[in-house]
């Protein structure tokens, strides 16, 4: 038997979770910013220390679980790397503890063909009016139970071949463009000084990516003194601050030395942490980027370069 769930039905769907949950709709438009907001926030107060009482106090976290609902495949994959960032080597308390208040249903408009990285539901076309419904959890498997979904025993299964963008499929060899870029390093491109005079460093392309997670601590202190707060806030490497230390030392002063280590960081570094590179090609940074810097083009450049390199004569 199959369960499925008919198009006309999904607004019923969310508007019936949403007695149940804090639902946030993600099915119509792929958004500027990611799901990654949610958990860790653009900026967030997680602790506070109160002068009087010599008590410190943790945020409380909200009572109603959040749902995001509609998911595509490309952000599923990228919350699954986010979690794994995340909890390796060391758990971040703050980001879990809302993560796992959360449920997460995609929304998938071809045939899946690989397993899934997270999250408790998946809808996934099966014919134009119908979704079948794969339960990834238990959570997942209570939403189902839900009077919008029905069981089949012979529904129409067609198969729709995802149409990846060119991004896409880069970033699913993350051996290569782990290999590229790190050829590009060692052989100093000059692709990086060509994006040096482009980029502006305003860090868009870190705060619109659903993996990138750099982040920044400050303390607030009231001022009368009566209590102060831990904050955290995103950060990226591609700005002129973030390698600046105590005394002014800024270990990448140059943009191009900065953008790079932006490259590096994902292609490389988390290949070697991770075997992912992480970029799972959502195209965020390509449509937001104000100096319209597309990574598609460079990273095709650095490849192409990369694999000339290979096949030419050598002594």
Not at 60 to 70: A, D, M, Q, T, V
Not at 76 to 97: H, S, W
Not at 189 to 215: N, R
Request: glycine share 4%; proline share 4%.
């Amino acid at each position: 038997m199959t369960v499925v769930l008919e198009k006309s039905n999904i607004p019923k769907l969310t508007e019936a979770l949403s007695r149940q949950y804090l639902v946030v709709d993600y099915e119509k438009d792929k958004t500027a910013l990611s799901v990654k907001g949610y958990f860790l926030a653009p900026r967030e107060k997680l602790f506070s220390f109160f002068s009087k009482t010599k008590k410190l106090s943790v945020r409380s976290s909200p009572k109603r679980k959040l749902l995001l609902f509609g998911l595509d495949l490309a952000d599923i994959e990228a919350l699954g790397q986010l979690d794994e960032i995340m909890t390796k080597p060391r758990e971040d308390y703050f980001y879990l503890r809302k993560r796992r208040n959360s449920l997460i249903v995609g929304v998938v408009e071809h045939s899946i063909t690989m397993p899934v990285a997270t999250g408790d539901l998946i809808l996934e076309k099966i014919n134009p009016s119908q979704y079948r419904a794969v339960s990834l959890t238990k959570a997942g498997q209570e939403i189902v139970k839900n009077k919008f979904f029905k069981k089949e025993k012979n529904p129409e299964i067609l198969i729709y071949p995802e149409e990846k963008s060119n991004l896409r499929e880069l970033a699913q060899d993350s051996e290569l463009l782990a290999e590229a870029v790190s050829w590009a390093r060692v052989k100093n491109h000059p692709i990086w000084e060509k994006l040096e005079k482009i980029c502006l460093g305003c860090g868009i392309c870190a705060y619109v990516c659903p993996i990138c997670h750099c982040f920044s601590m400050e303390d607030e202190i009231e001022i009368d003194g009566s209590a102060s707060h831990r904050c955290r806030y995103w950060d990226a490497c591609v700005l002129n601050n973030f390698s600046r230390v105590a005394g002014g030392k800024n270990f990448r002063p140059a943009l191009k030395n900065r953008y790079f280590n932006w490259f590096y960081h994902k292609f490389v570094r988390a290949y070697k942490e991770y075997d992912n590179s992480q970029c799972v090609g959502c195209g965020r940074c390509q449509k937001y980027c104000p100096a319209e810097i597309d990574i598609e083009k460079v990273l095709s450049e650095i490849i192409r370069d990369y694999e000339k390199s290979l096949s030419a004569p050598t002594g």
